[in-house]
């Protein structure tokens, strides 16, 4: 439980972090709220040599409404989601959400672009990201560029990420009248993870659903889009019966995980009935 030997240096600003990445070659790592890393390391799955704190960065460390999008920072806290009135006002699920992620501890420290960078298959934010259609933003010695979260995850613990990039803020939809959201969970006992989460938007005009997306999180090997739910309930109203038949199958059970906590077809199951609550939730929320 002992990490390998390391360097650290704090970096004042996202600038100062991208040089240092390059300066210390691939080796090195990006610290924020520590609460995946550290654990890794101390298990030696991960043993970067240098550690390039980036958790008193100051920029990037806020939200703010800019037209019809709110920004997140990538070092705020889940916690500060959690709490924060502009969230609540503008996109309330991501504030739903943020309250269910591990315990208090885990909340104060862990971050938004920290959990989305390690990409955890049970972790919260990839579900939510994926259903809320966020841009991901993120700088690197070649400059800025944003990135649909439809591209962001590539694989269990992978992302679209380029080596030396760093993810500064979030973008997501503020949600107006006529859209719903909401996360429905299944978390593990011990730690609070997904073993399986759902995540919705629902957009309703004249008693129809006109847009729907529906993002998994926790159940394979990386957070997915059921397009198959989403195509059900396009153009249809969304009542009670049509979400049932949309959800009675989320996704098969050959493509999902199994251990020790549940097995692929329990996973299945989950993922139906959560899918249906939070589909009636986010109709509910769209009238
Ligand atoms: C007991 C426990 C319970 C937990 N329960 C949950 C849960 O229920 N739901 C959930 O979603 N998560 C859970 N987590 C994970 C927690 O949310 C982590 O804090 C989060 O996943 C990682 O964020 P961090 O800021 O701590 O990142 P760190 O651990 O500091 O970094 C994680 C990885 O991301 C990289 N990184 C960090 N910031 C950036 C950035 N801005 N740009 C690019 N790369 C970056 C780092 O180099 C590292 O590789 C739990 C963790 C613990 C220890």
New binding site residues.
Partial sequence: MIPNNFEYVRAGSVQEAVSLLSQHGEDA???????????AMKFRL?APSTLID?SGISEFSGIKKNGDRLEIG??VT?RTVEFSDEVKNSCGVLAEAAS????PL?RN???L???L??A?P????PALVLALAAEIH?SGKSGSRSIAADDFFTGLFETA?SDG????KVSFPVLDKGVGAAYEKF?HPA????VVGVAVMLTIAGGKCSAARVAVTGAAATAFRATDVETALTGNSPDESTISDATAKVADSNDLLSDLFASANYRAHLCSVLAKRALLRAAERAR
């Fill in positions: 790592k990006l610290l924020a709220g520590g609460h995946s890393l550290i654990p991960s980036v990538a070092f889940h269910q992620i591990g315990d885990v420290r862990g971050t672009g920290g959990s960078a390690h955890d049970a972790a919260d934010y993120v990420l990039e760093i993810i500064t978390p730690s609070r993870f997904a």
